[in-house]
């Protein structure tokens, strides 16, 4: 029920303008994007804890580029790796005034993603596909999961989703601990490649 009225709220708040965005899905290259993303009732499939994510958009492309100012990619509590992505001017009305830092998307990484989604570049004019979400518990938007990056005007994507892991439906463990591939064996994930959160703001812990 709870969710119901979030949605409905969010369908309130949240600008018209959001639905009207011209997104690069309408290139040849988007298109292609597209193709990484899961059917809808799969785009959280893997991901700890959905119920408190809605579903704004199961594929949605992003431009923009990954910020390290006020605050550098960390590894979070369960596993993901935070990314700040300044989005283009065409795409600032998908955030909320909530944002983890002001007017920029969270973008994350997961550990089933490792081996398959190298950490994204910093600065770098970026092509993103994943599922646009809103978080329930940080009233922020987020593309989470990432089903396919690029750097734009770049020949070669790099592609995960669902069919490679995840966190099984019925954990009740530790997210971090919890994440097995496809074959059953434990995600590699993304441990010493970025700081964790506590080193990046000076102590606290990251919510997941």
């Not at 009740?172 to 059953?184: F, H, M, Q, S, V």
């Not at 064996?185 to 490649?193: A, D, I, K, S």
Request: charged content about 20%; glycine content about 10%.
């Amino acid at each position: 029920m709870m969710r119901k009225y979030l949605a409905i709220i969010l369908g309130i708040l949240l600008p018209i303008s959001f639905f009207l965005v011209t997104s690069p899905a309408a290139s040849a290259q988007g298109t292609a994007l597209e193709d990484a993303c899961p059917p809808p009732e799969r785009a959280l499939e893997g991901v700890p804890d959905p119920d408190r994510l809605i579903v704004l958009d199961p594929c949605r492309v992003v431009t923009g580029r990954v910020v390290d100012s006020p605050l550098p990619q960390y590894h979070a509590d369960d596993g993901d790796v935070h990314n700040q992505f300044n989005p283009a001017p065409q795409y600032q009305t998908i955030l909320t005034d909530q944002q983890e830092t002001p007017g920029n998307l969270v973008v994350e990484l997961m550990p089933r993603d490792a081996g398959h989604l190298p950490l994204l570049p910093v600065g770098r004019r970026l092509v993103l596909v994943g599922a646009l979400v809103y978080d329930s518990t940080h009233a922020w938007t987020e593309l989470h999961p990432v089903y396919r990056w690029c750097i734009e005007g770049e020949a070669g994507c790099y592609v995960s989703g669902p069919q490679f892991g995840g966190i099984p439906e019925e954990s009740t463990g530790e997210p971090r601990e919890e994440c097995y591939t496809e074959t059953g064996e434990r995600c590699r994930g993304y441990e010493r490649q970025v700081p964790p959160y506590e080193q990046v703001t000076g102590g606290g812990r990251a919510a997941p």
